[in-house]
């Protein structure tokens, strides 16, 4: 059974950090592009970050580049976004994506999500 667990999620104040961090299970988390996406109240889902499957190619958003890094740990299966700086503009759901074509079969899952609260 594939499952994708967000936690770390929570209140914090602008300027300050939060360490989000994703459980996968159920599937060969190694051979999956991991990503993360946010959904703020009454906008669509948007993009986040994306690293490849060894860990050495990560993209991120014009919104969070030189805030968010995000990092994954293979023998964990584990994905973690850590995000500094945070702007009340960050408030959303954060949640955890696994993405893979393997012979034109594409195999996409997706976490609960985790809440993130940016405010004074």
């Known amino acids: 059974q594939v499952q994708l667990v967000e936690s770390g999620g929570g209140l914090v104040q602008p300027g300050g950090s939060l360490r989000l961090s994703c459980a996968a299970s159920g599937f060969t988390f190694s051979s999956y592009v991991m990503r993360w996406y946010r959904q703020a109240p009454g906008k669509e889902r948007e993009w986040v970050a994306s690293?490849?499957?060894?860990?050495?190619?990560?993209n991120y958003a014009d919104s969070v580049k030189g805030r968010f890094t995000i990092s994954r740990d293979n023998a964990k299966n584990t994905v973690s976004l850590q995000m500094n700086s945070l702007k009340p503009e960050d408030t959303a759901v954060y949640y955890c994506?696994?993405?893979?074509?393997?012979?034109?079969?594409?195999?996409?899952?997706w976490g609960q999500g985790t809440q993130v609260t940016v405010s004074s």
């Open positions: 690293i490849f499957t060894r860990g050495d190619s990560t």
């Open positions: 994506n696994a993405g893979r074509v393997l012979s034109g079969v594409v195999n996409n899952y």
